[in-house]
């Protein structure tokens, strides 16, 4: 597994995906190796077998490590630092031995030169580049990269039905050569979830992860102001995503709710109180590939409210509310029934760990390893 995923972030939902794949494809024989020999990432730090993985990797040539020590304290350490991961992936690459090639990212196109007749398999997470292009900068070569890899890959895998059906239409690409294969949950309860110290509010509605664009945060916050009117005890909590930008404190402070609005960063622990204790989750967005954030809700005990859009029907199912995804009065709405009835709380809950079993990263697992199998001819 080509191993850019893990140059960049401490956590992200595509770096989890790949360390419980992994994890699960270990268990079940297959030889993992995801060549780096040092990351920031903290789900590739913990995974048991990234202390091997991190010895067999290749170093990178003498003059990339040597340029990288030299600007180690400079404005272009960062730069440096991704340069020397890089080669460290490509010399691995051009003088180790592997069946199949599965990319972790699908931007790091200077590898596709390399893998020769290796077969190659390539997840597409979503198509978020494609549908939503004003999300990005006009310079960003996503779509283009993934373009490449996916009509070079043998089989390619899509972690829903809405991203395969998205990827056929946009790229037209034949239907039969893409696997269908969902994410599972990593996140779990703490056994003393209910002892647990965390400062949050009493009663609040949860929002976790990025807001910017496509999330359709301001909907959300839209909707929270008209239930909030009437709720005098009720907050918001924002779960990672970084602080408030100026924008979004101004669009609070104009609704008139940026007193009852908190975001703080939260371990994974933390996380899953913040979803045990909330009264309802919102995810607003009108797009995702897949949306974990949903199974996580599932796991830990929080009803869910998610946008009529996008994938979201067919990983939810029918244990969560949906709103149009522009609608802040339905979604207000929505809230209210939820907030205000213990009873619908509880069905909707118990509605949630039941879809929760339909969906287990062994399962995810088994259907990579036919998927592998398929392209080597087994």
Request: aromatic letters at 10%.
């Given at each position: ?205 949860l929002y976790v992860g990025g807001r910017n664009g496509y999330k359709n945060f301001s909907t959300f916050a839209q909707a929270f102001a008209q239930v909030a009117a009437n709720d005098e005890s009720l907050h918001m909590v924002c779960a990672g995503g970084g ?136």
């Open positions: 597994m080509h191993p850019r995923a893990f140059w960049f972030l401490k956590f992200s939902g595509v770096s989890r995906y790949v360390c419980e794949l992994a994890q699960h494809l270990e268990q079940m024989g297959v030889d993992v190796q995801i060549p780096i020999r040092e990351t920031m990432n903290e789900y590739l730090r913990a995974l048991p077998a990234f202390p091997r993985m991190a010895a067999a990797a290749s170093q990178a040539p003498w003059h990339i490590r040597a340029m990288h020590k030299l600007l180690s304290k400079t404005p272009l350490r960062e730069k440096a630092r991704r340069m020397e991961l890089r080669y460290q992936s490509i010399v691995y690459m051009k003088t180790h031995q592997y069946d199949i090639v599965h990319p972790t990212h699908n931007n790091a196109t200077e590898i596709l030169p390399l893998i020769g007749k290796r077969p190659l398999v390539v997840t597409v997470h979503d198509m978020t580049h494609e549908l939503r292009p004003t999300s990005f900068p006009e310079t960003d070569p996503s779509s283009y990269r993934k373009r490449l890899f996916v009509e070079r890959a043998n089989r390619v895998i899509a972690i829903s039905q809405c991203t395969k059906d998205d990827l056929v239409r946009l790229f037209q690409i034949d239907p039969d050569k893409v696997d269908v294969i969902h994410h599972g949950n990593s996140l779990t309860l703490p056994k003393n979830a209910d002892t647990i110290e965390l400062d949050h509010p009493e009663r609040y509605v602080a408030f930008s100026s924008a979004e404190m101004s669009m609070l402070q104009q609704l008139g709710i940026a007193a009852r609005c908190k975001q703080q960063w939260v371990t994974d622990e933390e996380l899953a109180v913040l979803y045990h204790r909330a009264l309802c989750f919102v995810y607003p967005s009108e797009y995702e590939g897949f949306g974990l954030p949903i199974l996580e809700a599932y796991a830990c005990g929080a009803p869910v409210i998610c946008a009529q859009a996008s994938c979201f029907p067919e990983i939810a199912a029918n244990a969560a509310a949906y709103f149009s995804p522009f609608d802040a009065g339905e979604l207000a709405t929505k809230m209210e029934d939820i907030i205000c009835s213990a009873n619908t709380r509880n069905a909707m809950r118990e509605a949630g760990r039941l879809r929760l079993a339909d969906f287990s990263w062994n399962k995810t697992a088994e259907k990579t390893m036919e998927t592998y199998l398929k392209v080597l001819g087994r």
